[in-house]
């Protein structure tokens, strides 16, 4: 049983430009699979017309922006704030249709209903003011456009396979992300209407010692909270495990929350 107390003092924001984007693409890189089977279930909550406009917000090295492009048809602008997951995105995720921006969920620099959809992939929790980001999301949506929000809610964090090396993950976590109902309570306040809650299975991709290498790039911001000390014992163990072929594969899940907003008012 894990415990459920509560870090202290609060997270502090993690700077993607001290070192996550050295090793952001390379730590999280998914398999075209799963990547098309995100895209897949997004399809499910998205109009069927095609173009659809869309914004990666929070695009990062553009992990998604140019999937989004080729599964929707875009164009997709990619509007990240930090300056080196942007150069990221651009030498290494170059998409015809896919401009990267600089800017932030709280100042979208695109004009009013200019989107038929916005992803934010684990880049909500990251937003500090989320109301202000829920409204700009509303203003560059058009009528009945959608919010994608991909994110990890307090009262179920996934159980990983590296969770057991890092116990003090889940207190880090639960700090670190909000309830679904605190997420629905904020983004409903700027006027969208919840559409569905959704959970997608994540199977375990790939061979274990792949994913180990992976993980050793650090690239979950859930490590920017732990020391060193913390971070060198749990590597020591997972190389010792994985050494002995111990370690437990884990399919795990993500969840999302599908947004709208309201749709043009019909003329009487
Ligand atoms: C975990 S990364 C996710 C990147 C990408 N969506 C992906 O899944 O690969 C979180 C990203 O959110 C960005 N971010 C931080 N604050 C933000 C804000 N206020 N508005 C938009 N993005 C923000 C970070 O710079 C970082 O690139």
New binding site residues.
């Given amino acids: 049983m894990e415990a459920h107390t509560s870090p202290d003092p609060p997270l502090a924001p993690v700077d ?1 430009d001290k070192v996550q984007h050295q090793t ?1 693409a390379r730590g ?1 890189v998914l398999p075209a699979e799963a990547i098309a089977r995100y895209m897949a279930v997004f399809a499910e909550h998205l109009p069927e017309r095609r173009p659809l406009a869309g914004i ?6 553009g ?2 922006s140019p999937a989004l492009a080729d599964a929707f048809g875009g164009p997709v602008w990619g ?4 300056d080196g ?1 942007r150069a990221a995105a651009v030498a290494d995720a170059a998409h015809p249709h896919v401009t990267y921006l600089a800017g ?3 100042a979208i620099p695109r004009p009013d209903a200019s989107a038929d959809f916005v992803l934010m ?3 909500w929790h ?3 003011d989320k109301l202000a ?1 829920a409204r700009e999301i509303a203003r560059v949506l058009r009528p009945g456009g959608r919010l994608i929000l991909r994110s990890t809610f307090q009262e179920r964090i996934p159980d990983h396979w590296w969770r057991g090396y890092f116990p003090r993950s889940w207190d880090i976590e639960r700090a670190m992300f909000q309830t679904e109902a605190e997420v629905r309570g904020i983004v409903e306040a700027a006027g969208f209407g919840t559409v569905a809650s959704v959970r997608t299975e994540v199977p375990f991709e790939g061979d274990i010692a792949n994913l180990v290498e992976r993980l050793k790039h650090r690239a979950v ?1 859930t490590f920017e909270h732990m020391t060193e000390e913390e971070l060198r014992e749990g590597f020591d163990r997972i190389d010792a495990d994985l050494a002995a072929g111990a370690i437990v594969e884990k399919p795990t899940f993500g969840d999302f929350i599908v947004f709208e907003t309201p749709q043009e008012p019909a003329i009487a």
Avoid: N
Wanted: aromatic share 14%.
């Fill in positions: 993607y952001y999280r990666d917000l929070g695009s990062g090295t992990r998604f509007v990240e704030p930090a997951m932030r969920a709280e992939f684990l880049s990251h937003v500090a980001a911001s």
